[in-house]
């Protein structure tokens, strides 16, 4: 008797919960099934919707195919509807209407897409591309700006896109196509040149360098240094933009070759400083945030080292 009591009051603590959750939930301004003749009700499937103000809201079809935007979400107007899914496109242009009484529904049929290559993210056209992790680790700096799709889609020869790469080392970081920023001065040295990793095992390459940066993984592996940190002057700087619990191969080989050395958890902490700053309007708390990432384990080489760097003015011409 006492078991057929539980399990009775268990079973209408459920209904009870069901109907409170049904009470309680979002009533949605759009919703409908995304539906293939492929596989039937596609889970999984990003269901975006633009609409007044360019405001995209986005959310995910679950395993029966149904997607729903909350009301407390979409406000009434005119919406775009897009989805991502990948080997398929939207069967055609779809818009809607919505209204402040909600409520409607917009079921969207997809078809195998034509062209797949366009729906490629960046990770996947890397993972396309030929070559060793090695040989492609320099082509992810591409992603700063522009899409890897540019990249793969071009149709120039080595000499046009040899003169495009160096047109594109006039633009800093996180310039994009739409919005192309020129670097507001001259690199140190009033230039750049490009040369082989290989060269820089030369003494008339570094000879004199007063500031080397790594900004590659090279040195993080077992491969050997593609150069003679020796062949620097004594007052060189070495600046390695990784950072981690111990020092680089990179800063090791120049700490023993008597030169200064920094990481990369400097550049960390003050680009971390600024985005707070940025963020809050308030001023950074630089040293907890310096102290936060010693106490992480992180190893702040050498702070004096850049504090004490000054770069030589070129020579007034």
């Not at 896109?161 to 080392?169: D, E, S, W, Y």
Request: positive net charge; proline residues 6%; charged residues 20%.
């Amino acid at each position: 008797m006492k078991i057929r009591v539980t399990l009775l009051a268990a079973l209408a603590a459920a209904f009870a919960s069901a109907f409170l959750w049904g009470q309680t939930r979002p009533a949605a301004a759009l919703s409908g099934r995304v539906m293939s003749a492929e596989e039937g009700p596609m889970e999984g499937v990003l269901v975006s919707a633009r609409g007044p103000g360019s405001m995209t809201i986005t959310v995910v079809s679950d395993a029966e195919g149904r997607y729903a935007f909350p009301s407390s979400k979409a406000q009434a107007g005119r919406y775009t509807i897009r989805i991502r899914a990948v080997g398929y496109d939207l069967d055609s242009p779809r818009d809607v209407t919505l209204t402040a009484n909600g409520g409607v529904t917009a079921d969207l049929k997809l078809t195998k897409t034509q062209d797949l290559a366009s729906q490629l993210s960046n990770s996947e056209w890397l993972a396309s591309f030929p070559g060793t992790e090695q040989q492609k680790a320099s082509v992810r700096a591409c992603t700063h700006c522009h899409t890897l799709e540019r990249v793969a889609r071009s149709r120039y020869d080595v000499e046009k896109l040899t003169a495009v790469i160096g047109r594109m080392a006039t633009y800093p970081q996180l310039s994009f196509p739409l919005m192309i920023q020129k670097l507001v001065a001259a690199r140190i040295g009033g230039g750049t040149t490009a040369v082989p990793l290989a060269a820089l095992r030369r003494d008339d390459v570094l000879g004199d360098a007063d500031l080397v940066i790594n900004a590659t993984p090279v040195g993080l592996t077992n491969a050997k240094l593609p150069i003679r940190h020796a062949a620097t002057p004594r007052r060189c700087l070495f600046v390695d933009l990784v950072y981690g619990a111990r020092p680089t191969p990179f800063l090791v080989a120049a700490t023993r070759a008597g030169r200064r050395v920094l990481d990369g958890g400097h550049m960390l902490l003050h680009q971390g400083a600024l985005a707070f700053e940025r963020w809050t309007g308030e001023r950074a708390p630089r040293a907890a945030m310096a102290r936060a990432l010693r106490d992480a384990g992180l190893a702040l080489t050498q702070p004096d080292a850049a504090a004490s760097f000054r770069v030589p003015r070129p020579p007034t011409r």
